[in-house]
């Protein structure tokens, strides 16, 4: 068993820790130790509380004290996430793909990467360093997702579809095949993203139409 400390309190750190257990459930792999955050919020405690988990600090001050721990960056912002990547050394980063999720032949994940219950990666794909891919999300054959990518529930990258990092595709969305999304770019849910998008906007609607330019980090 290898010892595991989680970065982020929020929504998807619990459900990481869904992942985690179910890894565990077919095979005794992780030991979690707990879960870093430098400013959770009362109720993310109180969550984590009722799951038998507890927050064990900050997060330079956690790395700090669980040298030997993988480590799996929970944060659903893909920005944030980027940030937080470059205070974890490479080899302590841990990939977590649920054994619900469906991964097709000769498709990479690289390390630090969630992949969620349900969630289906076809052939042929590339994900990058710390992507995630929440409950459902699906993404098309010879697909790249560069790292910290974001695939919200229930969303479609469609095959042959490059995406830059650190951009977030939400619920529901849809990217056609081919298209090339800008690094940092948002994708508002149930969006149909129809034509390549440039780096950093926001798409809305159907067919996708420039929201505004924004610096604002969208979380899952
Ligand atoms: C597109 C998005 C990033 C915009 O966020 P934001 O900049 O905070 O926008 P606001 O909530 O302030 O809304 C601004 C306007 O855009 C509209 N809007 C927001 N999201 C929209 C969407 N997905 N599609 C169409 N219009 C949207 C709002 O209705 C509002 O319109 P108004 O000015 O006419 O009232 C966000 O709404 C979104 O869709 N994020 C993805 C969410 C997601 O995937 N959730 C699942 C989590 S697991």
């Given at each position: 068993m290898?010892d595991?400390?989680?970065?982020?309190?929020?929504?998807?750190?619990?459900?990481?820790l869904?992942?985690?257990?179910?890894?565990?459930?077919v095979?005794?792999t992780?030991?979690?130790?707990?879960?870093?955050?430098?400013?959770?919020r009362?109720?993310?405690?109180?969550?984590?509380?009722?799951?038998?988990?507890?927050?064990?600090?900050?997060?330079?001050?956690v790395?700090?004290a669980?040298p030997?721990a993988?480590?799996v960056?929970a944060v659903?912002?893909?920005v944030?996430?980027?940030?937080l990547?470059?205070?974890?050394?490479d080899?302590r980063?841990?990939?977590?793909?649920?054994?619900?999720?469906?991964?097709g032949?000769?498709?990479?994940?690289?390390?630090g990467?969630?992949?969620c219950a349900g969630?289906?990666?076809?052939?042929?794909?590339?994900i990058g360093r710390?992507?995630?891919?929440?409950?459902g999300a699906?993404?098309?054959?010879?697909?790249?997702?560069?790292?910290?990518?974001?695939?919200?529930?229930?969303?479609v990258?469609?095959g042959?579809?490059?995406?830059?990092a650190?951009?977030?595709?939400?619920?529901?969305?849809?990217?056609?095949?081919?298209l090339r999304?800008?690094?940092?770019?948002?994708?508002?849910?149930?969006?149909?993203v129809?034509?390549?998008?440039?780096?950093?906007?926001?798409?809305?609607?159907?067919?996708?139409?420039?929201?505004?330019?924004?610096?604002?980090s969208?979380?899952?």
């Amino acid at each position: 068993m290898r010892d595991l400390v989680i970065l982020g309190a929020g929504g998807f750190a619990r459900e990481t820790l869904d992942v985690v257990e179910a890894i565990n459930a077919v095979a005794p792999t992780y030991t979690v130790r707990g879960f870093a955050d430098d400013a959770p919020r009362d109720l993310a405690l109180q969550r984590l509380s009722e799951r038998g988990h507890r927050h064990l600090g900050g997060i330079d001050e956690v790395l700090t004290a669980f040298p030997d721990a993988g480590v799996v960056i929970a944060v659903g912002a893909p920005v944030q996430r980027a940030a937080l990547a470059s205070r974890v050394e490479d080899d302590r980063a841990v990939t977590l793909v649920h054994p619900g999720a469906s991964i097709g032949s000769r498709t990479t994940i690289a390390a630090g990467s969630v992949v969620c219950a349900g969630a289906l990666v076809s052939t042929n794909v590339r994900i990058g360093r710390h992507g995630h891919l929440n409950p459902g999300a699906i993404v098309g054959h010879d697909s790249v997702l560069d790292d910290a990518v974001s695939v919200n529930p229930g969303a479609v990258v469609s095959g042959d579809v490059h995406i830059e990092a650190q951009v977030l595709v939400g619920a529901n969305a849809v990217v056609l095949q081919g298209l090339r999304i800008g690094e940092g770019a948002t994708i508002g849910a149930a969006a149909c993203v129809t034509k390549d998008a440039p780096p950093r906007v926001t798409l809305v609607g159907v067919p996708a139409r420039v929201h505004q330019t924004t610096g604002k980090s969208h979380s899952s």
